[in-house]
């Protein structure tokens, strides 16, 4: 929509609200004024001929046909002077206007005679009723310009943010049919959308190029270098040596974040089975215990119910244990923990993955999750390896978080099942 149709809309906008306003205003005045005009005029004509005179001779002869009205009219009558002062009556404290006012001559003075009606609608009380009509009709149009205002432009917003929201999950958006400046904007949206999957896809591609193609002298490298490892070498050799298998194994856990975003890039689905948790706590232990232990590294598993199952794709939560121990060993010296107890709480079974570790800065620990966080404060976090156990646990139903306990401790909740379960997916 330019700012052309724009504003006509708001032109049509406008006459029409006057338009209505007009309407009513004069439905108004043919239901409460009109009828009130000729009533006014022959009850002026009546008093003013038949109870009071044009011309007295004597100023007490006038207040006696006004007392005698104020009776028969059951009418409120004032009479002033030239200047404006009261000369007899009550004028109403209110400062209510007169509806019918007549001058009238006594003698050579003049004088103005004002009458107050109890038994019809003062002007006051019009005006009053006037204004609370148009109150409420500036009420309502304001009220109804809202929500116009609400369809025209609130709710095509909300589509794009829903339509940014599910873009997020991998629901692109479609192409719309361009009726207004909101279509060309969504369909803006959507054709960037589509350079943002061919730029994923490219890098996908040059990343797993670079890294088929690093791998296999880099396996070559490391395999030599542990072969030296064997053999009798001179300090310097050895030394050297030892560097050129330090900065391969580097490499080796580049290569590594790397295999994590190719992963992070694919559409990953999950292949349920079960599992029961003495099962998985075996699994770990044969996967992990000796390798730690080598490393001078104590790894331990308690739980108190072993009988329980979850209903899993095993290799991802394997994945899972497997970057959060990995994470853990990269900052553990000689002498370091990693404990994982799991206990039930409620419907779900909780894990809990804790090492003795440096820990992690209160400032930056929510963003440890995030892909590609990266710092170098006393606990270094990178690449993406917590950020896909995160979703991978989230696949599951499950939450993971993450906070300091005398060292790093990653919690995260899997729902439970029965044991006759059947796969879900």
């Known amino acids: 929509m330019n700012k052309q149709k724009l504003g006509k809309r708001y032109v049509r906008a406008i006459i029409l609200c006057c338009l209505i306003n007009l309407c009513i205003l004069c439905i108004w005045f043919l239901i409460r004024i009109k009828p009130l005009i000729p009533k006014l005029q022959h009850f002026k004509e009546e008093v003013f001929t038949e109870e009071i005179k044009k011309y007295y001779d004597s100023y007490d002869d006038l207040l006696v046909d006004i007392n005698q009205a104020s009776v028969n009219r059951n009418i409120l009558v004032n009479v002033e002077d030239i200047d404006g002062k009261l000369i007899a009556g009550n004028k109403k404290e209110n400062g209510d206007i007169p509806l019918v006012s007549e001058i009238i001559k006594v003698k050579d003075d003049v004088y103005l005679i004002d009458i107050y009606f109890d038994n019809y609608d003062s002007i006051t009380k019009i005006v009053i009723e006037l204004l609370l009509l148009q109150s409420t009709l500036i009420i309502l149009i304001l009220l109804i310009t809202v929500l116009y205002t609400r369809e025209i432009f609130l709710k095509p917003i909300n589509g794009l943010i829903e339509e940014i929201r599910n873009y997020k999950f991998g629901k692109k958006p479609k192409k719309r049919k361009l009726n207004t400046e909101f279509d060309l904007i969504s369909n803006e949206f959507s054709n960037l959308t589509d350079l943002i999957d061919e730029e994923k896809a490219e890098q996908t591609r040059i990343i797993a190029s670079i890294s088929h193609d690093i791998k296999t002298p880099l396996t070559s490298i490391i395999g030599y270098s542990n072969l030296l490892k064997d053999k009798e070498l001179d300090e310097d050799a050895s030394k050297y040596n030892n ?34 948790i003495k099962d998985l706590v075996n699994q770990l232990n044969d996967d992990y215990k000796i390798e730690l232990e080598n490393n001078n590294i104590t790894f331990t598993i308690t739980t108190k119910i072993p009988e329980v199952y979850l209903n899993v794709d095993i290799l991802k939560i394997k994945r899972v244990f497997s970057n959060m121990i990995s994470n853990s060993t990269r900052y553990l010296k000689n002498g370091g923990e990693i404990k994982i107890d799991i206990t039930q709480e409620d419907n779900n079974v909780k894990f809990i993955v804790r090492d003795n570790g440096p820990g992690v800065k209160e400032d930056i620990i929510s963003k440890i999750f995030d892909p590609l966080f990266t710092t170098d404060s006393s606990r270094k976090i990178s690449g993406l390896g917590l950020s896909i156990c995160k979703e991978f646990i989230e696949m599951h139903g499950g939450t993971l978080k993450a906070y300091n306990d005398e060292g790093l401790v990653l919690e995260f909740i899997l729902p439970k099942t029965k044991k006759n379960k059947e796969k879900n997916r």
């Open 243 to 276: 560097k050129i298998y330090d900065k391969a194994i580097n490499i080796k856990d580049i290569l590594s974040n790397f295999d994590d975003y190719l992963l992070n890039q694919e559409k990953i689905s999950l292949d349920l089975s079960l599992i029961q």
